[in-house]
C-alpha cells in the first residue's frame, strides 16, 4: 500500500522514516520525496502486512499520513485514448486494455505526475 507523509517543520529534521523501518522491521520504498529544510512531502510503499503499525507510529511521532488509495485518478469522460500519459510514464504504469481504454496498475504508480502534465485533455489529476 502507498502512503503519503507529510513533514511540519517542527518535525522535518528528525529521522522518523529510519525509526519506523527499525522499530517495524518494515521495508519501507521511497518512491517519491521532496524535501526542503522546513517542509517535506514523501511517498513510500508498504508491506500490506506492516501498514498499520508503520501508519500509527508515523502519526504517534506527528507525522501526517494520507493512504493513496488510487494514487492518480483518470476522468475517463475527458480521455481520448491518444496514448501520451503511457508514453511518458517511465515504469509502465500505465497501458491499454484491448478495448483501447485506459489502466493504471496503481501498486506501480510512485505519482510522478509525468502524466498528469503529459495529457492534453487534463483527463488525469492526483487523487
Ligand atoms: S504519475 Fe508517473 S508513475 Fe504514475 S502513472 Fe503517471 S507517469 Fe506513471
Ligand atoms: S494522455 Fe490523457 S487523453 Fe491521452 S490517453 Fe492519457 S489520459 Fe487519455
Known amino acids: 500500500m502507498k502512503i503519503l507523509l507529510r513533514f511540519t517543520p517542527e518535525i522535518i529534521q528528525e529521522p ?23 517542509s517535506g512531502e514523501v511517498v513510500i510503499d508498504v508491506p500490506d502486512e506492516k501498514c498499520d503499525k508503520v501508519i500509527k507510529l508515523f502519526r504517534s511521532r506527528g507525522v501526517v499520513v494520507s493512504v493513496l488509495e ?45 502524466c498528469i502534465t503529459a495529457c492534453p485533455h487534463r483527463a488525469l489529476e492526483f487523487s
Not at 522518523?16 to 526542503?36: C, F, M, P, Q, Y
Not at 488510487?70 to 508514453?87: R, T, Y
Open 16 to 38: 522518523h522514516i529510519a525509526e519506523v523501518i527499525l522499530e517495524t522491521g518494515a521495508k519501507l520504498n521511497i518512491d517519491r520525496a521532496s524535501i526542503d529544510a522546513v
Open 70 to 114: 488510487h494514487p492518480i485518478v483518470l476522468d475517463e469522460d475527458e480521455c481520448v485514448q491518444c496514448g501520451a500519459c503511457i508514453s511518458v510514464c517511465h515504469i509502465k504504469a500505465l497501458s491499454f486494455k484491448e478495448d483501447w481504454s485506459i489502466t493504471l496498475d496503481e501498486r506501480r504508480c510512485n505519482q510522478c505526475g509525468a
